[in-house]
């Protein structure tokens, strides 16, 4: 994890998105935490910035943040009504189909009942680990587009399809983890918070964060390319 101010990617008299590193929780929580998002904000001279939405400690990515009460208000009915376009690419384990859509419920927040939930999924790209011995050799990057949001969706859901992401160790396998970090050279979660559009509050239509080095190097070594043009769910 990096150290140090974060990275503005938007910001205007309402919203601020910032690129949240991964392995930096977005706040103290019970572990107590000193370093992070919140802390970073501070530092980077803003006295009050709202959460808008949440990103695991364990994901990287583009982070959603008002400037004042109303903003946060507006921004955050806008997420529970699934008005907030958001992408994310992942690498997981094994190959899931071309084009899926998860349709399976899961808790709304930890601990919590369970609520209906949909994320579609478009496969990108799979690569082969000869050198490997475990069974399931394949290794998938996925674009996940969540039309609702719910605790660890994107993680669940691509549980639910056989295909747990990379470095999960909730929901994944240790030894699908450890051969990740040293056969591909992930150690991290292999989650990206890579899109977000703030066009149903009036912002722009997207917000990239670009894939961080210790998600892309991995990716390069076994050639698989990023085409950021992309989007699979575009109508």
């Given at each position: 994890?990096?150290t140090?101010?974060?990275?503005?990617?938007y910001e205007?008299?309402?919203w601020l998105?910032?690129?949240?590193?991964a392995?930096?929780?977005v706040?103290?929580?019970?572990?107590?935490?000193?370093d992070?998002?919140a802390?970073r904000?501070l530092a980077l001279?803003f006295?009050?910035?709202?959460?808008?939405?949440r990103?695991?400690a364990g994901?990287?990515?583009?982070?959603v943040l008002?400037k004042d009460r109303?903003?946060a208000?507006?921004?955050?009915a806008c997420?529970?009504?699934?008005?907030?376009?958001k992408?994310y690419?992942a690498?997981?384990?094994?190959m899931?189909?071309e084009?899926?859509t998860v349709?399976h419920?899961?808790p709304?927040d930890e601990?919590?009942?369970r609520?209906?939930?949909?994320t579609e999924?478009a496969r990108?790209a799979?690569i082969?680990?000869?050198?490997?011995?475990l069974?399931e050799?394949?290794?998938?990057?996925?674009?996940?587009?969540?039309?609702?949001?719910?605790?660890?969706q994107?993680?669940?859901?691509l549980?639910?399809?056989g295909?747990?992401?990379?470095?999960?160790?909730?929901?994944g396998?240790?030894?699908?983890?450890r051969?990740?970090?040293?056969q591909?050279g992930?150690?991290?979660?292999?989650?990206?918070?890579?899109?977000?559009s703030?066009?149903?509050?009036g912002?722009?239509e997207w917000v990239e964060?670009p894939?961080?080095s210790?998600?892309?190097?991995?990716?390069?070594?076994?050639g698989?390319?990023i085409?950021v043009?992309l989007?699979?769910f575009a109508?």
């Amino acid at each position: 994890m990096t150290t140090g101010p974060l990275c503005v990617l938007y910001e205007d008299a309402r919203w601020l998105v910032v690129d949240k590193p991964a392995g930096l929780a977005v706040h103290s929580g019970r572990a107590r935490e000193r370093d992070t998002v919140a802390s970073r904000i501070l530092a980077l001279g803003f006295q009050a910035a709202h959460l808008a939405h949440r990103l695991d400690a364990g994901t990287s990515g583009a982070l959603v943040l008002a400037k004042d009460r109303d903003a946060a208000r507006q921004v955050g009915a806008c997420f529970a009504a699934g008005e907030i376009e958001k992408r994310y690419l992942a690498w997981v384990r094994g190959m899931p189909p071309e084009r899926a859509t998860v349709d399976h419920p899961v808790p709304k927040d930890e601990g919590g009942a369970r609520v209906d939930a949909v994320t579609e999924i478009a496969r990108l790209a799979t690569i082969m680990v000869e050198a490997s011995t475990l069974r399931e050799r394949r290794y998938s990057l996925v674009l996940a587009r969540p039309l609702t949001g719910r605790f660890h969706q994107i993680r669940r859901h691509l549980k639910h399809l056989g295909c747990p992401l990379l470095g999960d160790a909730n929901y994944g396998k240790s030894e699908h983890n450890r051969l990740a970090a040293a056969q591909l050279g992930l150690s991290r979660l292999g989650l990206h918070a890579w899109r977000v559009s703030l066009a149903a509050v009036g912002g722009p239509e997207w917000v990239e964060a670009p894939l961080p080095s210790d998600m892309l190097a991995p990716l390069h070594a076994v050639g698989v390319e990023i085409p950021v043009w992309l989007d699979a769910f575009a109508a």
